[in-house]
C-alpha cells in the first residue's frame, strides 16, 4: 500500500544503452548540438550528445560548455 514497484529488466528496453555509431565524430556533433539553431538561445546538454555517453561527466561537461558560451566562467 503507497509504493510502485517497477522491474525495468522485465520491459522490452531493459538494458537499452546508446553509443556514436562507428565513423560519426562525436566531437563535431556534441559541438553542433550544444546550440542547435544557430544563434536561437537553444541548448542542449546532456550524456548522450557529450563524448563522454553514458556517464555523468558527459551531462557535467556538456553543461559547463553551455554556461562557458553563456559567459559564465566556473
Known sequence: ???LYKRWASEYTGGAYH??????????????MLQPL????????????????????GALETSEEVLDKLGCKS
Open 38 to 57: 544557430g544563434d536561437a538561445p537553444l541548448f542542449v546538454v546532456g550524456e548522450a550528445y557529450s563524448t563522454t555517453q553514458g556517464w555523468i561527466e
Open 19 to 32: 553509443t556514436w555509431n562507428p565513423g560519426s565524430k562525436p566531437w563535431e556533433t556534441s559541438q553542433q
Open 1 to 3: 500500500d503507497g509504493f
